[in-house]
């Protein structure tokens, strides 16, 4: 399609700029302020109940590296906590979400149905999943532990609090990971597979050599946004098990709301933040790193 000679002659140097400036305002005001501002915060004692906010430099970004520090050692359990359910959820939002694509990519009788059945919990909110299973997991009324015959304490008690968080969160969010890889399975061409039939290769066989490298670029994106939100589970923990017990199961992003919301010391929780924001870059790039190198292989 050719441009008219009087309409490439109007075009200017700042034509694409002026198509971009909507957007990179909207980016500057939304993203690139509330983050500079939030490290200036991580540089004070800032208390938003007081009118003095003193300039304390890397003050509170040592206190927090400083394990016998109040809050250092707060936010290394929180950490850890993060890690652990990081840990467990991550692998099981990857392998089941992958294996239930397989099975809706499939062609059978009522099979929008059963996409739809998968999906479905992941349109709740995280109020709503929250009570839900902070009712049916209750140690004492539970229907959980009244179908079940157990005695368990499964919000008061590790490790059944973390196989009861990672069980929800798997629960809830497995339908998005399954649909997402589903768009990638269908986005593999039909002929790969008919090739690899053709040569005699087995369904084992054509899963390795066809389907998992089609699905490398939705792998790399499903693991990495995955890690990024195991890694800011907030509600599930505030609502389920309210931290317990002794804060074992109170993540990073739950101690940052509450220092910065409920003790209203803002430089903390801002530098914390930043501290949880250069963890996660590092595992991104891990993983972007990891699967370079495989496929480079």
């Not at 923990?237 to 804060?247: F, K, Q, R, V």
Request: net charge positive; aromatic share 14%; proline share 5%.
């Amino acid at each position: 399609m050719t441009v008219p000679g009087g309409a490439a002659r109007r075009m200017r140097w700042w034509t694409p700029y002026a198509f971009l400036a909507p957007y990179l305002a909207l980016f500057a005001v939304f993203m690139v302020l509330p983050i500079g501002f939030g490290f200036w915060t991580s540089l004070h004692e800032w208390d938003v109940n007081l009118p003095a906010k003193p300039f304390v430099g890397l003050e509170n970004y040592t206190e927090l590296f400083d394990p016998s520090s109040v809050d250092g050692g707060r936010f290394w359990l929180a950490m850890r906590a993060t890690g652990i359910f990081t840990l467990f959820s991550v692998p099981l939002l990857i392998v089941l979400p992958l294996l239930v694509a397989l099975l809706m990519n499939g062609r059978f009788r009522g099979r929008n149905l059963y996409r739809a059945v998968y999906f479905a919990p992941y349109v709740l909110g995280v109020a709503v999943v929250g009570f839900l299973w902070r009712f049916l997991l209750d140690g004492n009324i539970g229907l959980v532990n009244h179908y079940l015959g157990l005695d368990v304490q499964w919000t008061t008690d590790v490790p059944p609090a973390w196989v009861a968080l990672v069980g929800v969160t798997v629960w809830w969010t497995l339908g998005l990971n399954a649909v997402i890889f589903l768009a990638g399975l269908q986005d593999i061409p039909r002929e790969l597979h008919e090739a690899a039939m053709v040569d005699g290769a087995s369904a084992w066989r054509r899963f390795r050599a066809v389907t998992l490298p089609g699905l490398r670029p939705v792998t790399v994106f499903v693991v990495n946004a995955t890690i990024l939100a195991s890694a800011n589970m907030f509600g599930q923990s505030y609502l389920i098990t309210a931290g317990a017990p002794a804060d074992q199961t109170k993540t990073a992003i739950y101690l940052i709301a509450e220092t910065g919301l409920r003790q209203f010391d803002m430089g903390t929780a801002s530098a914390m933040s930043f501290i949880l924001a250069a963890c996660l870059m590092a595992a991104s790039a891990l993983v972007f790193g990891a699967f370079r190198d495989r496929s480079a292989r």
